[in-house]
């Protein structure tokens, strides 16, 4: 019996406003059409029933069968069925917002998207809806066509949700994808949905187990290694007051019977217990465990009982769920401290030391409180950067009582951390807290350089031996602090120089030639590739350094990595030079080999540490299956062309390079000639690698004058080498210049309030 044929693909009208106007086909193309990025038009999409009102273009190939994960379980697990993937038009959201669950009305299908991606490694099993559908309609969904700002995992079965912020690595592994999909690669930003429940849930016991704390020793012997490992960077006690209360609760006839003030207190010993039980082991320990629940199981007296110790407990919670590769549940945990430490007034301090009512006794009183809200705010922001979540510590004003100059000395790497924060704030605002198109090119490419020349002035306040961006010097104790340290700073520069990382490199470069050429650092915006690519190999050598030197701590966690992956992927991508590409895949596979065994051991989805892997292996085929073809001749129609009409009006061909280079985007254009592969490749297939052999067919592809020289193309050798003889049309992101590639990682218009009114999350 023949199968069934094939359900149409579901489409959408979204052809650009240019295209309709000149009655042309659209291939609908983010955020560029190509008839628009050949004639250097603006692309914008309106909504034919609604004129006026622009929209998102995206395509709508599927859709998606969902598996329902189980709505009962009797225990925890950390391997979840497929959840659904979906993106919002951000036009449209009022719409979308008022269905609930799985009735999801189907005339609004280009709103909402559902994908099914399976590990290339871990097809998922074929299954069949209820209704009889077919497994044959689900297709995959092209993620070169969904919007940057902001990434949205979904399984309606179970109404799980998690968003992601524009600065997060889900995000930029959306712009990966989009040089995957150049080279006939398979997208890889669908694996993250399967590390949602991980990076989200923790099942609390439904009772308090009141564990029993360890004997003397032992607990004498993790209070040390708290004091060694954490303490530098994370002095949320009094030591000696912390181990005097340890001691009175372990002398308690029933922890049941401890008054409710001291709950927090035993919560807090609990998690001590927990970290210092896993530190130094990948995998987290049965002792671990253990005291975690316990700890869990009192969550809600802590939470009720606001006052101090709530404070440390809840802190606590942050640094253990970080030390897991559990974000999501650290950001929940940190976002009460935050809330419980304004009611407290601890980000105000002085104000409190100077009331006639203070309720500091001592000068450690004090500085604890100072430390403690020194604490929240790294904390924040770190997590902030990283999942592109809005922040609940609007402004970073400086605290007399906190400043960097009468800081214990023991404090330093707190108080470092806490001046980086300040940028890690400064540099959200800048990218994220601005609306799209109220600033100018000159102004964004300025409020860059100014920022990059404070971070590398923040470094000189670090010394020597620790400072991030040189080679770390310091001794095994202190060298994980100096890592996190180096890591959250390479972070920074990776966010702050993002543009110039997925733009070609010599398009970017001339826009800066054009806006910024008088600025002092127009030098390191040129080369904010370099900038970002130099610091992901220094995340992943540190990474790697760590665990040779046996040294690697629960301070750090496995986003820095993953960032660096995605980071060096697409700098690969892009590249043509067979010195570098080596040196660097060997070390992107080390850093991704890494990363997926710190996931498996963290207990976390395979399907998302196989994906991973596919970071590396995708990068890997590319690269051979570029070296396996024939570079393309140099004496091109557009090369002949040009200089014949270079010679027919008397220029000087340096001359008019120089002054192309700095035409704006309107300028006529010229054709090239390239060639164009078949659709075939890894993405079509279920497994990889296979076949990735292509037809190829002789197309016309038109670059600007300013891409012409004697030569051929400008942009050749360094960044489109490589798309021309795999036989693409052009680089992603080739012909928007700064204020587009900054709409790139903005929201335009998101109307997206049911998720944050905060504009640094978009």
């Known amino acids: 019996m023949e199968a069934p ?202 009772f308090p187990t009141w564990q029993p704390l360890p004997d003397a020793a032992t ?54 217990m927990s970290l210092c039980a896993d530190e130094g082991s990948r995998k987290s320990t049965n002792d671990g465990d253990r005291y975690l629940k316990a700890a869990a199981g009192l969550l809600g007296h802590v939470v009720f009982m606001p006052y101090l110790a709530s404070v440390q407990c809840l802190l606590m919670f942050t640094i253990v769920f970080r030390g897991r590769n559990q974000e999501g549940v650290g950001w929940e945990t940190l976002g009460i401290a935050i809330r419980i430490s304004h009611t407290l007034g601890l980000h105000r301090s002085s104000y409190l030391a100077s009331s006639p009512a203070s309720p500091f006794q001592t000068q450690e009183d004090k500085t604890l409180f100072a430390r403690l809200w020194a604490i929240c705010c790294t904390l924040e922001k770190t997590i902030q950067m990283e999942t592109g979540r809005p922040s609940a510590i609007p402004n970073l004003e400086q605290d007399p009582a906190w400043t960097t100059q009468d800081y214990p000395q023991d404090d330093g790497f707190l108080w470092w951390s806490l001046g980086l924060a300040n940028f890690q704030h400064a540099i959200g605002q800048h990218i994220y807290g601005h609306k799209p198109g109220t600033r100018s090119a000159s102004q964004l490419l300025s409020d860059t350089a100014r920022l990059d020349q404070d971070l590398l002035a923040w470094t000189n306040a670090v010394p020597v031996q620790y400072r991030p961006g040189t080679e770390i010097l310091c001794s095994n104790s202190d060298f994980h602090y100096a890592a996190f340290l180096s ?165 000087d061909m340096n001359t008019t390079q120089i002054a192309s280079q700095r035409t704006s985007i309107q300028t006529s254009t010229m054709p090239t000639l390239t060639t164009r592969p078949s659709s075939s490749g890894p993405q079509d297939s279920p497994t990889f690698p296979l076949d990735h052999s292509n037809k190829e067919a002789t197309t016309y592809t038109r670059c600007r004058p300013s891409e012409l020289t004697e030569d051929g193309p400008l942009l050749g050798e360094e960044d489109t080498e490589q798309f021309q003889r795999a036989g693409e049309e052009a680089m992603p992101f080739s012909g928007l210049n700064i204020e587009e590639l900054w709409n790139w990682m903005l929201a335009e218009d998101t109307g997206m309030p049911s998720f944050s009114n905060d504009p640094s999350i978009l």
């Open 5 to 206: 044929p094939p359900a149409k693909r579901l489409r959408l009208s979204m052809a650009c406003n240019t295209c309709r106007r000149r009655k042309v086909k659209c291939d609908a193309e983010y955020p560029k059409c190509h008839n628009c990025r050949v004639r250097n038009d603006d692309c914008v999409t309106e909504d034919a029933k609604q004129p006026g009102i622009s929209i998102r273009r995206e395509w709508v190939e599927s859709q998606a069968v969902p598996q329902p994960l189980p709505t009962t379980r009797t225990h925890y697990s950390n391997e979840p069925t497929a959840a659904t993937t979906f993106h919002v038009d951000e036009r449209r959201q009022s719409c979308t917002s008022q269905r609930n669950g799985d009735g999801i009305d189907q005339g609004a299908l280009g709103n909402v998207r559902n994908t099914q991606i399976a590990s290339p490694s871990s097809p998922l099993p074929s299954t069949s809806s209820a209704s009889g559908v077919s497994n044959s309609a689900s297709l995959c969904t092209s993620h070169a066509q969904q919007p940057f700002h902001v990434s949205i995992n979904l399984d309606h079965s179970t109404s799980r949700l998690k968003v992601m912020g524009g600065s997060s690595t889900q995000t930029l592994a959306k712009s990966l994808d989009l040089y995957f999909k150049s080279a006939n690669a398979r997208p890889m930003s669908d694996h993250f949905m399967y590390g949602m429940r991980h990076a989200e849930e923790f099942p609390p016991p439904r």
């Open 219 to 272: 607990c004498n012997a993790y209070l040390d290694k708290f004091s060694l490992r954490f303490y530098s960077l994370y002095p949320i006690f009094h030591l000696g007051q912390f181990r005097n209360d340890v001691k009175q609760l372990m002398a308690a006839d029933r922890l049941e019977g401890i008054p409710a003030e001291q709950v927090p207190v035993l919560a807090s010993a609990y998690l001590v």
């Open 487 to 651: 890591i959250q700073y390479n972070q920074a520069l990776i966010a702050l120089h993002r543009a110039a990382l997925i733009a070609p490199v010599a398009e970017f470069q001339a826009e800066v030639s054009i806006h910024c050429q008088d600025n002092p650092s127009h030098y390191r915006l040129k080369n904010g590739q370099s900038i970002c690519v130099n610091s992901a190999r220094a995340i992943a050598r540190l990474t790697i350094e760590l665990e040779d030197r046996g040294i690697n701590s629960r301070v750090l966690n496995v986003a820095p990595c993953l960032l660096a992956c995605v980071v060096l992927a697409i700098y690969l991508m892009k590249t043509s030079s067979p010195r570098t590409q080596g040196a660097d895949l060997e070390l992107l596979k080390a850093c991704a080999q890494l990363t997926f065994e710190h996931c498996q051991d963290s207990g976390m989805d395979s399907r998302f540490a196989q994906g991973i892997l596919s970071i590396s292996d995708q990068v890997a085929w590319h690269i051979k299956n570029m070296s396996d073809r024939p570079l393309p001749r140099r004496d091109s129609t557009a090369s002949r062309l040009h200089a014949s009409i270079a010679q027919t009006n008397n220029i």
